[in-house]
């Protein structure tokens, strides 16, 4: 498989291994963040063939042949900028999730309104923000990304 634009591959021994535990215990990508395994929190979001999925939910023998990006591959700087100036950060365990998630949404929706950030962040949970400022942080980078544009 592809993840963030480079090939590798992984010795998955263990039948029915998730795409999560073969990022980070295999091939040492720690930014997708294990916390609930069952699809539950979104803190594991990462984009598979561009869409957005769960990584303890996949299998990693599912990814063979395909595009998996990890935070670090799918976010662009103005989205982390704006979920830094924002405070939508706290103790940052939900964060990369959130940031797969808001690229994934102003990749489809360049300027989206508020019920449309809060369905698109639905399965990403957080317990420290509130969402307010994640919502804000949206807004800033979308309107830093337009700016951007020809």
Same mark, same amino acid.
């Given at each position: 498989?592809?993840?963030?634009?480079?090939?590798?591959?992984?010795?998955?021994?263990?039948?029915?291994?998730?795409?999560?535990?073969? &990022?980070?215990?295999?091939?040492? &990508?720690?930014?997708?963040?294990?916390?609930?395994?069952?699809?539950?929190?979104?803190?594991?979001?990462?984009?598979?063939?561009?869409?957005?999925?769960?990584?303890?939910?996949?299998?990693?023998?599912?990814?063979?042949?395909?595009?998996?990006?990890?935070?670090?591959?799918?976010?662009?700087?103005?989205?982390?900028?704006?979920?830094?100036?924002?405070?939508?950060?706290?103790?940052?365990?939900?964060?990369?999730? &959130?940031?797969?998630?808001?690229?994934?949404?102003?990749?489809?929706?360049?300027?989206?309104?508020?019920?449309?950030?809060?369905?698109?962040?639905?399965?990403?949970?957080?317990?420290?923000?509130?969402?307010?400022?994640?919502?804000?942080?949206?807004?800033?980078?979308?309107?830093?990304?337009?700016?951007?544009?020809?």
């Amino acid at each position: 498989m592809r993840v963030d634009g480079a090939e590798v591959a992984a010795d998955v021994d263990r039948p029915g291994e998730s795409l999560l535990s073969t &990022l980070r215990d295999r091939l040492g &990508l720690t930014g997708a963040k294990n916390a609930c395994e069952q699809g539950e929190c979104g803190s594991c979001t990462v984009l598979l063939d561009g869409d957005p999925v769960c990584a303890c939910l996949v299998a990693t023998a599912q990814c063979e042949g395909r595009e998996v990006q990890t935070v670090v591959g799918a976010v662009p700087r103005p989205v982390r900028d704006a979920f830094v100036q924002r405070g939508a950060v706290q103790c940052g365990f939900c964060t990369p999730g &959130l940031l797969v998630a808001v690229a994934d949404l102003l990749r489809r929706e360049p300027d989206p309104a508020d019920a449309r950030i809060r369905e698109a962040l639905a399965g990403n949970l957080c317990r420290c923000t509130g969402y307010e400022k994640i919502i804000d942080a949206v807004h800033t980078a979308a309107a830093t990304m337009a700016g951007d544009r020809p």
